[in-house]
């Protein structure tokens, strides 16, 4: 036996070092943990195979920072930094348990909102088996105290640079494959889930650090002086309610639907003879319904998150990544808030988890009193299809819910199922596919008359439980579904030769109804985008916007602005469509470029204007008569959890 060890012993000294040792502990022990603690679908070789390299990088890095150390402190810092970062996987995982979802720096700062949370049943969360997650560390130190091993001690500086190197090398290569298989990962911020799979947990806390630095300085050196440039803008701009309209729906509920990546072109579009969104198509003709055959989606990178962004707040997403993401801690005046003084219930219901899009997160700052997420619908396989819930079971297991809701209420439905790829299930529909060459294309039929059967199945339980003729109902398409990248095939599905710039631009409509019960309605075909909707629910409701810093303008309005900025700083008229350097008129010919000079400043002043607000959270200096600022610390969204709100207005709960 001993000589078994002292082979060992002579082969670890010869072969190895100290530091490989915990490079190699770590890396498999953080791989484990992934599998064994983290839901974050991984799916196809390539995924499963970042996510098993992904620690590398970050344990060359972090543990060779100890290489630099000279003497017999080496190893010892080589056991702390190993430590360190185990404690740093075994706080997530901790959380995970509990939040399913990663901590942030916004989370590490909100200790006393979300540290007591978690304090409250820590002990619950602890399992046998969490030893292991030191097993390593436990072993460095047993290493370093047995004389069975005298660790390699590093001397030559260049050994160490070179570790840093390969470190660099490590992580380019993680990002660049990570950037093939989902491409604008860092720039779309999409969701800590994908950021975690794709490039580990540590270099997410990296990358977290740097976003909030970021948004931190913008915030920090912002001032109540910046907002007056601002509020002059929005004051000139600002359109009157039209007293048709104005508070001809105040104290209904409010039910908005998000219809996942529906586009214009589908309504009325007949495939084969066929309809492909029969019941929607037969609200354009209902009398108390408007139809607006004129809107446009405005999302940028943080698509349909930045869709309820625009809807609740009349302010624009971000040019880079994703407000839900980067800015969920800024003071808001969302339409649930304001409607919470006028003694509305808000809740939202979507059928996948709650930190999809940050969501969990930025509901507490938009002031949602409830958000009923996956956990409470029954994701069985028959269920679930790509992002979540099929519309038709959502819908059908939201209705208790809803009907359970105080009145009057202020609530969102996210539907999931018409999302690309589009494909359906066996028994989802017996609607037929296209044939245009491009299975998104083809599949996009189906999937879109899916969703239109779940919306007549939604209105005809809203008739049921006596919510329809009480309720304002706003349904929108939130981004486009089929992407440039099939024109080939929507130029057959058009009947056009090709697909331009110009017509791919006016392919970015999306369909928008608002049902306002005893209200004449009719197609209204005024240009719009979607932050032109909150201040046309809010004059509808009888609440007047204009003490709100708002850019967006009711649709309803006499004095409605009909110039549509985009994200990119294009915008689309009546008249005019910019995009990019170009100006077409509105028969798609090119004209000279003065004659959008007017149009594309205001498009730019306008979309200047909501980033101010948002990158330096400049509503925290602006107080409207009568508003009350929500308090996150007043919600949470766990299950089988109260708000502060909700158990103030419902104490037997």
Known sequence: MKGTVELFRKFLTKHSSFFLIAIILFWLKTYIGYKVEFSIGVQGPMQEFLLFINPLS???LFIGLALFVKGKAQPIYITINTALMSALL??????????TDFITVPVVMQVKVNGGQLSDSILSLLKPYDILYFLDVIILIVLLATKAYKPTIQKNRKAAKSVFA????TFVINLGLAEADRPQLLSRSFDRNYLVKYLGAYNFTIYDIVQNARSESQRALADSSDITEVQNFISANYAEPNDKYFGVAKGKNVIYVSLESLQSFIINYKLNGEEVTPFLNSLIKDDNTFYFDNFFHQTGQGKTSDAEFMMENSLYGMSQGAVFVNKAQNTLQSAPAILKGEGYTSAAFHGNYKTFWNRNEMYKTIGYDKFFDAEYYDMSEENTKNYGMKDIPFFEQSMPLLEGLKQPFYTKFITLSNHHPFEMDEGDTDFPAGDFGDNAVNHYFQSAHYLDESIRLFFKELKESGLYDNSVIVMYGDHYGISENHNKAMAQVLGEEEITPFM??????????????GVEGNVVSKYGGEVDVMPTLMHLLGIDTKDYLQVGSDLLSEQHRETVPFRNGDFVSPTLTKIGD?????NGELVDAEKGKEQSEAAAAELQASDSIVMKDLLRFHKPDGFTPINREDY????????KTDSEESPEE
């Open 582 to 586: 170009n100006y077409y008129d509105a």
């Open 504 to 517: 791919n631009t006016q392919l970015q409509r999306v369909p928008l109804f608002i049902h306002v019960p």
């Open 166 to 169: 390969l470190a660099i090398l």
């Open 90 to 99: 075994y706080a997530n995982i901790v959380y995970y348990r509990f939040f």
């Open 58 to 60: 970050s344990a060359l």
């Open 636 to 643: 949470n969204y766990i299950k089988g959890n109260t708000s």
